[in-house]
């Protein structure tokens, strides 16, 4: 039976142990590797969506997005903590729930980090056309060349956006010949966008006027179910600016100590990153302002929607906080800070590739220890013999990233992404549970403090924010794993380690594969 085929974990870490990845990482580095992870295009770019979702509510939706976040995040803590090796929230359900279930959350990985990697590319894009070429260069992309087609009913305007598309498959080839190299230049990335984002705070926050709070909840707290708007309607899209942490886990194998480093860099991270968040929603709504844009019977156009770009393309709405591809340097240009503000679009230019990075290399650990495991066929894991990556699975995986960034918008991307993203963290929540009851005695070095009402709460919250998604982000989910479902039956249920009887698998050189995050030389 698919649901008896339970990996001891055991065997996962003495499989772990056999492999050639080195524990280099402290805790400072998975803090920043955390940062480095979570702050991008959900904050520089969705504060824009956010608000035409919710208005000023949009920092209630950071709040409630954390909040789950933090929650979720304790559960990956203790477990990530006790079974410390690649592979996340796959490893974590195979040691408790069976391959099957493992399978489902490999799978909704696989989805999470490659359209999270797209969001980020359309994300970067926007600065780039807005920045550096029409406030720097005095160019102007053509419309076709600067965004996709209408898909799943987005904003019309292009054929291709082909800086999306550029910036994809460069991350890639940086992937390909070795992320060693792409180290070096990561701690200057974060520095720079936190910088940004500090400055950015220190010149709105004096400026902010409380009128224009008012209302708050233009759109209400709760949107309805499908419509993706109102406070929470937001925080299902804004979820996308929190998710960076869980790919802290995914370098679990390469830690040093990681019973006490990995929950620091997993909460520290987080924690960080949601003050900063909320500080920077206040400023960006209390200094312009940011009230959506109103449809038939009072409700906001949906973010992304053709009926929302026409509305921004008149007079009245052209400067509107959620009308901008580049949120946060709009804002400052609107304040009197235009040279700051194209300062914050190049910040965003330069250190957002290292998100798309980030997404990447957690993409290639799921895709490496699936096949290791024998579900996917093991030539996707196949390590180039000079660069020392998975240099094939690096450029599948590029591609498709590449063609989503080049066809798709960000807004729809992110929705998408925070649909795979939420079943992975319901399902490290159970993981949590049942391991507490199937394997008490095992050592814990961090415990989840009330599991009994922390892994409820994860686990509805998770479901609260999927069902506050557009329709549309919410059918993707299923569609995705009943492909993945076929997928597991032709192939993987057949040529799965475990179910021939092979509960270790052979090992496996990898040199410099991880991602040498801040401050780690390799």
Known sequence: MIFGRIKPLDAIMETAEKKALHRTLGPIQLMLFGVGCIIGTGIFVLTAAGAQKAGPGLMLAFVIAGAVCIVAALCYAEIAAMIPVAGSAYTYSYATMGEFLAWTVGWAL???????????????SGYFTGTILNEFLGLHLPAWLSAGPVVLGGAPGGFINLPALVIALLVTWLLMIGT??????????????????????????????????????PA??????????????AAATIFFAYVGFDAVSTAAEETRNPQRNVPIGLIGSLLFCTVFYILV????????????????????????????????????????????????????????????????????????????????????????????????????????PKWKTPYVVTAITG????????????????????????????????????????????????????????????????????????????????????????????????????????????????????????????
């Open 110 to 124: 696989i989805l999470e980090y490659a359209i999270a990697a797209s969001a980020v590319s359309v994300g970067w």
């Open 281 to 384: 929603a206040a400023g960006a709504i209390g200094t312009i302002g940011g009230q959506p844009i109103m449809g038939p019977g009072g409700v906001p156009f949906p973010a992304g929607s053709e009926e929302l770009a026409r509305q921004c393309a008149l007079p009245q709405y052209s400067e509107a906080l959620v009308c901008s591809n580049e949120a946060l340097a709009h804002v400052l240009r609107q304040i009197g800070f235009s040279q700051i503000g194209n300062l914050l679009g190049i910040a965003a230019f330069v250190a957002l590739p290292s998100v798309i990075l980030v997404l990447l290399f957690a993409q290639t650990r799921i895709f490496f220890v699936m096949a290791r495991d024998g579900l996917l066929p093991e030539g996707l894991a196949k390590v180039h």
């Open 220 to 233: 209400g707290m709760f949107g309805g179910f499908g419509t993706g708007v109102g406070a929470v309607g």
């Open 180 to 217: 060693n190299e792409s180290a070096k230049v990561n701690t200057v990335l974060v520095v720079i966008k936190v910088t940004a984002l500090t400055a950015f705070i220190a010149l709105t926050l004096p400026q902010v006027e409380m009128q224009r709070f008012n209302p708050f909840l």
């Open 399 to 522: 591609i498709v990233v590449a063609l989503g960034a080049a066809f798709f918008p960000v807004g729809q991307l992110a929705d998408i992404a925070n649909a795979g993203t939420l079943y992975a963290f319901a399902m490290v929540a159970i993981a949590v549970m049942l391991l507490r009851r199937t394997d008490p005695g095992r050592k814990r070095h961090f415990r989840v403090p009330m599991l009994w009402l922390v892994g409820p709460s994860a686990i509805g919250g998770c479901v609260f924010l999927f069902l506050n998604l557009p329709s549309a982000a919410m059918l993707m989910l299923p569609v995705w794993a009943v492909l993945g479902f076929l997928v597991y039956w032709l192939y993987g249920y057949r040529t799965s380690h475990l179910g021939r009887g092979h509960v270790e698998v052979h090992e496996v050189e990898i040199e410099d594969l991880a991602p040498q995050t801040p401050g780690v030389d390799p």
